[in-house]
């Protein structure tokens, strides 16, 4: 089957070819087309892509559901501005799922090398963040986070090996400044009487115990 368009020149969105899909059914809007498939131009240099349509329920008049580019990207809901563009107005989700025993992920590739991964687990009901063919973090069941270790000891748990330090506090803004006490990590609850590891004593609360090392 072949549809063409006999005239010599197209225009951006000028429609090359259509398959409409009719229904007589004269109950709800009536009869009229329910859905559509057409070849559309997308510019006047013969780029040429495919429009999908279909009718709400009450609709006679087919809406524009999905569109694949001349180079293969997809937009749902809105013109692709990458390889996949997904868009909708409200609040509405994007679902992976799997319908076996195995853990639905999302698998991110450079030259077909699983470069980085995030998986939901199934068993343990939690999320892992792997890259490099490791997992780095993860966010259990309870939503603790835990960074190279899969054994929670606390809300937040970082566990490193040989001469890498387990945790870095920097405040980037003061450029190494010897004022830098504030920027210090609190250790206790919101309010005063907190334990304070800072560099010195500048700008800490005076309720604070600080503990505190000059470089």
């Known amino acids: 089957i072949r549809l063409k368009r006999e005239d010599n020149s197209t225009q951006a969105d000028d429609r090359?070819?259509?398959?409409?899909?009719?229904?007589?059914?004269s109950s709800g809007?009536?009869?009229?087309?329910?859905?559509?498939?057409?070849?559309?131009?997308?510019?006047?240099?013969?780029?040429v892509g495919l429009r999908f349509y279909t009718a709400a329920f009450g609709s006679d008049t087919p809406t524009e559901r999905m569109r694949i580019d001349t180079d293969g990207s997809v937009g749902i809901g809105a013109t692709p501005t990458g390889s996949l563009d997904v868009a909708r107005s409200g609040s509405h989700e994007v679902v992976f799922r799997t319908t076996t025993t195995g853990d639905p992920t999302i698998n991110l590739q450079a030259d077909g090398t699983n470069n980085g991964k995030i998986s939901y687990v199934r068993a343990t009901e939690g999320l892992t963040f792997s890259?490099?063919?490791?997992?780095?973090?993860?966010?259990?069941?309870i939503g603790a986070v835990l960074v190279g270790t899969t054994t929670a000891r606390s809300k937040l748990t970082v566990s490193a090996t040989?001469?890498?330090?387990?945790?870095?506090?920097?405040?980037?803004?003061?450029?190494?400044s010897s004022t830098a006490g504030a920027t210090g990590l609190h250790l206790g609850d919101a309010?005063?009487?907190?334990?304070v590891l800072a560099r010195d004593k500048t700008n800490v609360n005076t309720a604070d115990t600080v503990i505190y090392g000059e470089h």
Do not use: C, H, K
């Open 16 to 25: 090359i070819g259509e398959i409409e899909f009719y229904s007589n059914d």
């Open 29 to 47: 809007s009536g009869a009229s087309p329910r859905a559509l498939i057409g070849a559309y131009a997308q510019d006047q240099y013969q780029r």
């Open 131 to 141: 890259n490099g063919g490791s997992e780095r973090m993860r966010i259990d069941s």
């Open 162 to 176: 040989g001469s890498t330090d387990v945790a870095s506090f920097i405040r980037s803004d003061l450029g190494g």
């Open 191 to 195: 309010g005063s009487g907190v334990v």
